[in-house]
């Protein structure tokens, strides 16, 4: 991850990343890169809090994935970073467990509605994008009416074909609003996994991605609480509050089982933790 970090700044100081409108280059526009970086730079926090041995590495570290993850300009990202180091300090540094279940809830739901009251794709430099977090911004461009002129659409599809979905192959068609852009295969695309799954795959589909995801998160607590090993506890709690920014971010954008990349790198993920919380009482 810290490869990828620094490869990242230096390949987007050399001009050769992608380029957004205005010629601001970023560092990764990618989901998979910036969520490798984000749970390293959460796991690396999780291992301070935790009262692991200090590191050198850690010192440098955590600004270097902060930079990478800063310049990408993903803003879902960034709230999804946000919420992931609040978790983490709150459970990193907390014994009472179960406990804090209540304001671990309530920060998920506040990131939930913030993510969903902003727009996330503006290509705009980064002073532009820190003052877009505005929920006024919502009707800015034909970017952000396009999520929501999608959403209607996506529904009434849904509503349809409630049980069966339409199909992988199927587009879904805008005949309920009219789409202010059109977007190369557009339409087989959603900007909400949940409704991605359960138009596709119907209603066993929307359970199969609530199901991932809560298994997933299952997986990291177990491995964070019951686990020996203090690596691999910070593991666990990196992953369990990264994905508890995933939950908040796929309710604008469609990462689990829609990016080939970032499903094979989160498969990885889910073997590792059913490796690591299978094995726990043997660590």
């Known amino acids: 991850a810290l490869l990828k970090a620094a490869l990242g700044l230096v390949v987007m100081a050399g001009g050769g990343s992608v ?42 570290a955590v600004p270097l994935l902060t930079a990478s993850l800063l310049l990408s300009y993903r803003r879902s990202f960034w709230i999804a970073a946000v919420l992931g180091l609040l978790l983490v300090l709150l459970l990193g540094t907390s014994r009472r467990g179960w406990r804090v279940l209540v304001p671990s809830v309530v920060l998920v739901a506040i990131a939930i509605w913030t993510v969903g009251s902003i727009q996330f794709q503006a290509q705009t430099p980064l002073a532009n994008r820190v ?11 034909a970017e952000d009416r396009y999520r929501l002129d999608e959403r209607v659409n996506v529904i009434e599809e849904i509503k349809r074909h409630p049980v069966a979905g339409i199909g992988l192959q199927e587009d879904w068609s805008a005949s309920e609003r009219p789409l202010p852009v ?11 996994a949940l409704l991605w799954w359960w138009m596709k795959l119907g209603l066993l589909g929307a359970i199969a991605f609530v199901s991932l995801l809560g298994s ?31 939950v908040a971010i796929e309710t604008t954008a469609s990462f689990t089982g829609v990016d080939a990349r970032f499903t094979v790198l989160f498969a990885a993920q889910l073997g590792l933790l059913a490796a690591l919380q299978r094995g726990a009482g043997r660590a």
């Open 19 to 60: 380029e957004l409108d205005g010629g601001t280059h970023l560092t990764y526009y990618e989901p998979t890169a910036n969520w490798l970086i984000l749970l390293a730079l959460l796991g690396t926090v999780a291992a301070i809090v935790g009262g692991m041995p200090k590191e050198r590495w850690m010192a440098v």
């Open 131 to 141: 003052e877009s977090l505005a929920p006024s911004k919502l009707q800015a461009n």
């Open 182 to 192: 059109e977007h190369e295969q557009g339409r087989q695309y959603v900007h909400f």
């Open 216 to 246: 997933a998160a299952l997986l990291s607590w177990r491995t964070w609480r019951r686990n020996r090993a203090p690596l691999f506890r910070c593991f666990g709690l990196a992953s369990m509050c990264g994905i508890a920014g995933l």
